[in-house]
């Protein structure tokens, strides 16, 4: 199993580009999970998805879309990049029944 | 509304002595708690959680964490440091609905040789 993978690892934007983050599991969670990190804040919930099929926004979704493709897949979008989205984004997976989360490697991105 | 306190945001310790990081927590109902430690460039790894059972948790790597109703306390231990024990640690608490996780701000945690 590989757990909880993200592709890119490294991304850099120039203010108004879009892209995707991609996230996809192998452990059969149910819930998936964006966080963004920045440095002395912790992590911060963007949105979640509590099954296939449904979304909804967590403590910071401005500016950021995402899509439950399908159980595996869950990907973050910034329609419009702005210097403010410079994190590390973390996905993460959670087993039906269970609290906890398992996150992936991250994506580092910044926007210039 | 729920929410953790790291007390220390940076503890420095001697190889093979104690560690201890402080966190409290807040939460309206009897809460799950976690510990997440992250080494430099990496992602988060579960050390150890508490959800109602066993008030000692017992976690990998020689971690353990003590819920404390009382004084609303989660503290991680370890008996004796080593140098692969450098990281960044996370306390968190889950909202009731398990839809969010409230990070702390971190402790990082210092091995000296």
């Known amino acids: 199993n590989a757990g909880v993978t993200q592709t890119p690892k490294f991304q850099v934007l120039k203010t108004g580009q879009s892209m995707t983050l991609q996230c996809a599991q192998d452990?059969?969670?149910?819930?998936m999970y964006w966080y963004r990190q920045d440095p002395g804040m912790g992590l911060r919930l963007i949105y979640y998805s509590a099954s296939e099929g449904t979304t909804d926004k967590g403590e910071v979704p401005n500016g950021y879309n995402v899509s439950r493709l399908n159980k595996r897949e869950f990907s973050l979008r910034l329609e419009s990049a702005a210097p403010s989205q410079t994190s590390v984004y973390f996905c993460?997976?959670?087993?039906?029944?269970?609290?906890?989360?398992?996150f992936g490697p991250g994506t580092r991105l910044t926007v210039t | 509304a729920q929410s953790v306190t790291q007390l220390d945001s940076h503890v420095s310790v001697s190889e093979g002595t104690p560690v201890l990081l402080r966190c409290n927590y807040s939460s309206s109902y009897s809460p799950s708690l976690f510990w997440y430690v992250q080494h430099p460039n990496k992602g988060l790894q579960l050390l150890l959680k508490y959800t109602s059972a066993a008030t000692l948790v017992k976690g990998i790597n020689g971690f353990e964490a003590e819920f404390k109703k009382s004084e609303t306390s989660f503290h991680l231990t370890k008996p004796s440091a080593h140098m692969s024990d450098a990281a960044e640690y996370f306390c968190?608490?889950?909202?009731?609905?398990?839809?969010?996780?409230?990070f702390g701000t971190g402790t990082r945690l210092t091995v000296i040789p």
């Open positions: 993460a997976g959670r087993p039906g029944g269970s609290y906890e989360q398992y």
């Open positions: 452990m059969n969670h149910n819930s």
């Open positions: 968190v608490v889950s909202d009731f609905w398990a839809n969010n996780l409230f």
